[in-house]
């Protein structure tokens, strides 16, 4: 089966599912409201949906941060609206700030936003936060317009000179953009984040004095593949102001003797995690891909914007005209990974040609597919150059692929970079180390650019170093106090 033929008929699936509607009572109001799912269906989603999420970003490895972070989310998932709904939370391996949620009880948070984090109140109130989106079942409604988002996408794939027969490629990461509340609903996730972080004792005023310092990093509304967390969230300061207030009613309604904000135990559990982007998992310096972890290279044309995913890296132009895919191929043998391969992206091969690319063995396969628009009867080929290299036994594979009337315009392009591919011996580039976050204490009192100075950190990154920690540089810091500091 053609995957176009495969595509129209998921959306044909997803259309029909999505016109069948149930009156059901919202776990949060109490309010009968449309929903699109049950709660059993809201759960496969979500166990469907993860894997897509980690291939996407990749999974940070911290046992004892996750399962702090777990444990915080079960017990806030005893007292919150949904109390018998099971609870996965997952740490990305990215390094954008953000937190969110999909249907089901799945909660991720990137290692980006758990390195701003500066004590365990603030990560509570933001995963409590996350989970008021999931128990007031706004991922579910989310979901519904996701699923229109995709069709859309889709069609316009099917329809316009893009590469239907690498859909999947171009949707990896895509889905999660349409992951964005209203503004109603993120008011009401912060007043649940409120509530199920004062419940178990925690200072819900840190929540808004965190959000503070996301509106002082000024990110931009999308970022690394997902909405930021405030790309769509109420004005900063109308919110700051509203969660302060709906934490005191709460601590004064609660009356507990403390309420905890703990700041040096997490900053020793963050003590050492990877800040910024990580090179063993693949950075360009120039028009130069280097990934230590897997010891290759390779060189793609200046002018393209490369994207490294977990999973592959994706090369194209301004124009749009082409692409460029590599990634992992799969098989017992070269010439087994290549017809597995070309059999599942259901291309037409018009020659195979074997060689080899920096004294490794290759094959370079040359397809095509032809799409036809049912609507207009058109059709459209695409043209698909393919270098398969076994690299000591380890199979990869670069695609190249552009429309008929454009192909001969990139062969030359393609054609450079699969046969640049070679394995990296340099020790320098092996050995390249992310930056990380080490915790301190200060030595002296006094200001907190005298501390950050006093362990090397540079005149240019002091102000970063100072929104990291959630101060002013001139604030007054005692002796003892741990502070975040960055190296490698």
């Not at 970079?417 to 030595?443: A, C, E, G, H, W």
Request: contains cysteine.
């Amino acid at each position: 089966m053609k995957l176009t033929n495969l595509i129209l008929k998921l959306a044909a699936i997803c259309l029909a599912n999505i016109i069948i509607v149930s009156c059901a009572v919202n776990p949060v109001t109490g309010k009968k409201q449309l929903m699109f799912m049950s709660e059993a269906q809201e759960v496969q989603m979500g166990a469907e949906y993860d894997p897509q999420v980690v291939a996407t970003f990749g999974e940070y490895q911290d046992a004892d941060l996750l399962n702090f972070i777990q444990a915080r989310a079960n017990e806030m998932g005893r007292v919150s609206h949904r109390p018998n709904l099971t609870w996965h939370v997952k740490i990305l391996d990215s390094p954008v700030v953000n937190a969110f949620a999909v249907p089901g009880g799945y909660i991720y948070l990137t290692r980006g936003i758990l390195a701003q984090f500066t004590n365990e109140a603030e990560l509570v109130g933001v995963l409590g936060h996350e989970m008021g989106h999931i128990t007031a079942r706004h991922s579910v409604s989310q979901q519904s317009k996701q699923t229109v988002g995709q069709l859309l996408l889709i069609g316009g794939m099917i329809a316009s000179e893009k590469f239907a027969s690498y859909a999947e490629y171009a949707m990896q990461g895509m889905q999660l953009l349409f992951l964005k509340f209203s503004r109603d609903d993120e008011r009401q996730a912060d007043q649940l984040g409120v509530i199920y972080s004062s419940l178990i004792g925690y200072d819900a005023q840190k929540m808004a004095d965190f959000f503070q310092v996301l509106n002082k990093m000024s990110m931009p509304e999308e970022e690394g593949g997902v909405p930021t967390f405030l790309s769509t969230h109420p004005d900063p300061v109308d919110r700051y102001n509203t969660v302060k207030q709906q934490a005191r009613e709460w601590q004064d309604s609660l009356d507990l003797p403390v309420y905890k904000v703990n700041a040096d135990s997490y900053l020793k559990m963050i003590d050492g995690i990877v800040y910024g982007e990580d090179p063993r998992q693949g950075y360009t310096d120039g028009n130069i891909f280097f990934h230590p972890e897997l010891k290759f290279k390779f060189a793609f044309p200046a002018g393209w914007e490369l994207e490294n995913l977990p999973t592959q890296v994706n090369m194209a132009p301004a124009d749009g005209k082409a692409l460029m895919v590599f990634t992992f191929a799969t098989g017992s043998t070269l010439d087994e990974a290549v017809k597995s391969t070309m059999e599942q992206l259901g291309l037409t091969v018009d020659g195979t040609t074997p060689t080899s690319v920096n004294g490794m063995p290759a094959v370079q396969v040359l397809s095509r597919q032809v799409n036809q628009d049912q609507a207009t009867g058109q059709t459209q080929t695409n043209r698909v150059m393919s270098y398969f290299i076994n690299y000591d036994g380890s199979y990869f594979v670069f695609h190249g692929i552009s429309t008929d009337a454009d192909y001969n315009s990139y062969t030359g392009a393609f054609k450079s970079t699969m046969t640049n591919f070679s394995k990296l011996t340099d020790p320098v580039r092996l050995n390249k180390k992310p930056d990380r976050i080490y915790i301190k204490k200060v030595q002296t009192s006094g200001s907190l650019a005298d501390a950050l100075r006093y362990y090397g950190v540079k005149q240019d990154k002091l102000e970063e170093l100072a929104l990291l920690n959630n101060m002013e540089l001139t604030d007054r810091v005692q002796a003892g106090k741990l502070i975040k500091v960055i190296g490698q």
